[in-house]
């Protein structure tokens, strides 16, 4: 799938999840159409209830993916709850559908049928899995989670029939605990003897270019393996919400004019301003690594320091007496 497709599909499945969002808090009520048609106390005609159509309301929403559990009539459903730190757990887990049952059949998407991120809350740890079915739904993962603390596990799939989700659910791993800050802004990153570069800058609402060069000793990397169908995957995460954003590159493995680095092109967009995480997967010499990025886009952060009061030409003037 391009990106462009990625994308629209990833917009859209946001944007019918909405009126399931509002549904599901208001018990009944004339919210826009609802996304899925268990929730028959709705009293919104349901002639916009299939996947393919959204109204206008549904259009303009902008929840980025992996915010919710739930999600377009999907439950992204924990079964293993006791996790020690730094022991591997086979984390167990099941995705429900809109008739409340395990969903067992999924569209392969990069050669997998879901895709699972796990990710520290201060987004210091990441992990890029890819479970096993175990029967009658059930997804089986072996990980160990690094430290005590609060992690978000994200499962990235399509349904068969449906729309790409993601959706997140935190886990919680028990023992004394320190959070650590957000890695500073940094465009270079080392893994295992490589260096990735990073070009390009993220502005909120546009298809951002993002241009990652790998070298290795100082020489560019031109023998990058494709892993999973492409020569990188890139999951971007905001600071603070870990909203989710996995981005896959401008061209693909032998289309004839892709080249296997040292340059992997990605066109990012992200919801916000904001500072992002950054975790590019790639492959050579066999092995997948994980370079990481910190990157505000929108050249400011989310949330604005204060200003001064009393400065400024706000109407504060006092010339009405
Ligand atoms: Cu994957």
Do not use: C
């Not at 106390?41 to 299939?50: E, K, N």
């Not at 740890?125 to 993962?141: E, I, N, R």
């Not at 296997?260 to 066109?267: H, K, M, R, S």
């Amino acid at each position: 799938m391009n990106t462009a497709a990625k994308l629209g599909s990833y917009v859209l499945g946001l944007a019918v999840v909405f009126g399931g969002a509002l549904g599901m808090g208001k018990a009944v009520g004339p919210v826009g159409a609802p996304a899925t048609e268990d929730h028959s106390a709705m009293a919104a005609p349901a002639a916009s209830a299939g996947h393919g159509e959204h109204t206008a309301q549904q259009a303009k929403s902008d929840t980025p993916g992996g915010l919710q559990v739930s999600e377009n009539g999907y439950t992204l459903n924990p079964l293993t709850t006791t996790i020690e730190p730094g022991e591997p757990t086979d984390y167990r887990f099941t995705v429900t559908g809109p008739d409340g049952k395990p969903v067992t059949d999924y569209q392969v998407e990069h050669d997998k049928k879901l895709h699972f991120i796990v990710v520290s809350r201060d987004l210091g740890s990441f992990q890029h899995l890819h479970p096993t079915q175990a029967g009658d739904g059930v997804w089986s993962v072996k990980l160990t989670f690094p430290t005590a603390g609060t992690y978000r596990a994200f499962a990235d799939f399509a349904p068969t029939g449906g729309s790409a989700l993601t959706l997140g659910t935190d886990v919680l791993v028990a023992g004394d605990y320190e959070p650590k800050e957000l890695p500073n802004v940094s465009r270079t990153a080392e893994v295992d003897g490589y260096e990735v570069a990073l070009d390009g800058e993220l502005t909120p609402g546009q298809a951002s270019k993002l241009t990652l060069k790998v070298s290795k000793d100082g020489k560019p990397v031109t023998d990058l393996q494709p892993y999973l169908g492409a020569y990188g995957h890139l999951v971007a995460l905001r600071a603070r919400d870990l909203a989710y954003l996995h981005v896959h590159p401008d061209g693909e493995p032998g289309d004839g004019k892709t080249k296997a680095g040292p340059e992997i092109v990605f066109y990012a967009e992200v919801p916000s301003n904001g500072d992002y995480r950054l975790f590019l997967d790639f492959q050579h010499d066999g092995e997948v690594r994980t370079a990481d990025f910190t990157l505000g886009a929108g050249g400011r952060p989310a949330s604005p320091a204060p200003t001064p009061s009393g400065h400024g030409d706000d109407n504060h003037g006092d010339d009405s007496h």
